[in-house]
């Protein structure tokens, strides 16, 4: 066989992260070939498709600010990092489901794309307020990893991290969308096609985020603006009106496949329902709710007359219901009617469960009262003995509230990627233990330093990250189950492959050392682990996929990665050198994946094993 059809059997395990301007003009090219022209997009044409050449001088209303471009620009570049697992900071690795992540969370997202895009049940975040104070995500858009790596003290630089200042030019509103907008792109992108995404935020940008975030979303998939209630009483500091509250802005990625949303079934509500009628065996036992209303309005079709016993009964006002409606529960012995001095008034019957044989829900209302934000200090009282650890942390119940949206599913993912003290874990915890769930959680926090004074500090945690994790590994024991059996730490890195950095063909002894020193593309003192989750994610597989050793293969080691959730796996081998045989012995299907280090083979053995599965090669 040819040298260059051999090469062409040694597909490449991806370097990067996938490039999103190659993934949108791919799918571009697929709905719309005739825009292609030589392989390039044209616009005019695209435009011309769609009928929009008409307008082209027209005003548009638009949402901008200074630094969008760039910001766009970071969402597009893709990342060389990679995840290394952090065995000393989780509990019950192997076992776990859930994961917590260490490191700045746009480059994190961008690692996590293959392995979550579209499988995401709900997003919570509570990110930086903006309020004045700095905050710590002033993306590089040179090199975000070397950014990170630097500003984490993984490399020599000066101070801890960099920070945004306040100005009285608008420059502080801009620097917070840049922050926010490629992060909530990819948001978009890891949701399910039914998933939900909460955001909390105050008024500083409130209006700034939900411009954004009908750009990113689609205003037609905003679902409501919810007004939490954080706090009572109190002001006396305030110079005019006193801040009580905060807002969760929710979206949809597709609210045209949402059925609905509500809350599981409230087990105190159940002693409500005290009477039995025929349909007792299948919609249980019922309550009495008025079927009149206290208020009045334009719509005429509710003022009726109901007949019982051959007299008129006329609403006050008017009722909930349209004649038909009304009639028909009639008929179906669903109305109860209760003599007194005053006259006969209509009742109707809610039964516990629908027609379905399912339990009544509730539902999520737009203006929650409370918890209130001291029950979150008390939180974190309780946990570590000083409420004061965190500043300001979200009371999990308001968390739990939101996760309660999705207890139809039974394992949903949950991703947080701004988990400051990770009250979204403790939620979740309790979430799966009182409705039976499996729901997952993937959390991310940046490891900010805490102030040196900090209350924090005194208790020995460097970082906010270190709060957050210890939070996990202290609430985790109340909630042990199958669905909570641990974490699994891990921690954003640099990869575990050679970059090649680019040099001068006029300078032949660079260009040499370049070559020798890819002769093997892992980097010095490579760990196997290491080596085997980085393929794994750019192979797109959670980061609660098994790795398991496989037994029984003499002197090579082979090691066998099992997604369940997706059912797919693949092998890897890392050893310097491989055999046909030994690979052979594997029984590998022709469609399964087989990994190795191209130092391993020579052009013949990787012409073998690409007819005997699927070859690729780090």
Known sequence: MPDNQNKLKREHVAGLSPDLRAELRDRLRDLAPEAFAEGKLDADKLKALLGENGDAGAERYSFSWAGKRDAISMLQVPTRATLIPDREQSVNFDE?????????????LKVLYRSYFGRVKMIYIDPPYNTGNDFIYPDDFADPLDHYLRITGQKNGN????????????RIHSAWLSMMYPRLVLARQFLAEQG???????????????MVMNEIFGEENFI?????????????KAKHIVGHHEYILVFAKNKAEIDRIDLPPNPETRRYYKFKDAKFEKRGPYRTQPLWTNSMDDRENLRYPVLY????????????????????????DELEFVRSKAGCSVYYKQYLYDEDGEERSSKLFSVLDGPYTQAGTDEMENIFGNGKVFSFPKPSKLVRKLVSTIWRDETPIIMDFFAGSCPTAQAIFEFNQEESIKAKFVLVQFPEKLPPESEARKLGFETIADVGRE??????PASLSEANKGFRAFRLFSSNTRSWTGVSEKDSDALVTQIEAFSDTLVPGWKPENVIWETALREGYSLTSRIEKIPNTGKQTFWRVTDPDREQSFVICLDDTLTLDAVRALKLKKDALFVCRDTALDDTLSANLALQCRLKVL
Request: proline share 1%.
């Open 196 to 210: 939900l995404i909460f955001v909390s935020i105050d008024e500083h940008e409130m209006y700034n985020l939900r």
């Open 224 to 236: 409501s603006e919810i007004v939490w209630k954080k706090a009572y009483g109190g002001g006396s």
């Open 96 to 108: 776990a489901q859930h994961v917590f992540i260490e490191g700045e969370n746009l480059e994190v």
């Open 471 to 476: 939070r996990i590994k202290r609430v985790l």
């Open 309 to 332: 016993e051959g007299k008129e009964i006329w609403p006050e006002k008017q009722w909930q219901w349209s004649k038909t409606r009304t009639q028909d529960a009639q008929k179906n």
């Open 159 to 170: 101070g801890d991290y960099t920070t945004s200042q306040v100005d009285k030019n608008g």
